[in-house]
């Protein structure tokens, strides 16, 4: 009889076991998408709502997997489901073509000594990232230093963090973004001057 009972309660064991089981995985084949799974593209157009508010001394930071959540409140971090570089390009692009602001673009010094064999991939970003931002004034800075750098100006701007799937280390980009307005004109000014000078060299009659 205590053979008989004693088998009947560990059926009931397992079958409760196997219910809970199928009831977690359907939970999670329901669970809402996220923003970011729901519209993968979507940070895309709250940077380009940003590039409209924001200014002189804002800072837009496309970091890797591994950066971590800065505790000040104006500093706002947001995962996005993005290749690292596609999302260094896209800002880039997008400073490229604003009127009203420039970037001073900064990237981690400690990345130039990281070594292939530590960090698989780290060349072929290196040149990839130089492809990206080519003819862009990028400064090296020390990763902590950029860091604090970032809370600090926090205090009085704000600071969005794109943080993408990248997992090679100190790949992190940051734009700091600039006055840009006069900077277009004088480069549209200078394109007049070289036009004007071209014709009066080369004349068409």
Known sequence: MYRIMKLRYIKICYYLT??????????NEMAPLSQNQRNPTGWKSEVKERLEVYGHRN?????????????NPAIE???IHT??????????????QAEHIDA?????KEMSFVPENKAKGIESYRENLNKVLKG???KPMLHEETINTLDES???FNVLILKTNMMIPYTSVFFNWNVGIGIHNQNRN?????IIILIKIYPVF
């Open 136 to 138: 862009k004034l990028v």
């Open 83 to 96: 290749d690292q570089l596609e999302a260094v390009k896209y800002v880039a692009d997008l400073i490229e």
């Open 77 to 79: 971090t947001k995962v």
């Open 18 to 27: 196997l219910l809970t089981l199928i009831f977690s995985c359907m939970d």
């Open 59 to 71: 800072w837009v930071v496309i970091a890797d997997a591994a950066y971590p959540l800065q505790s």
């Open 104 to 108: 001073n673009i900064f990237i981690d």
């Open 190 to 194: 200078s394109e007049r001057r070289l």
């Open 154 to 156: 926090a205090n009085l």
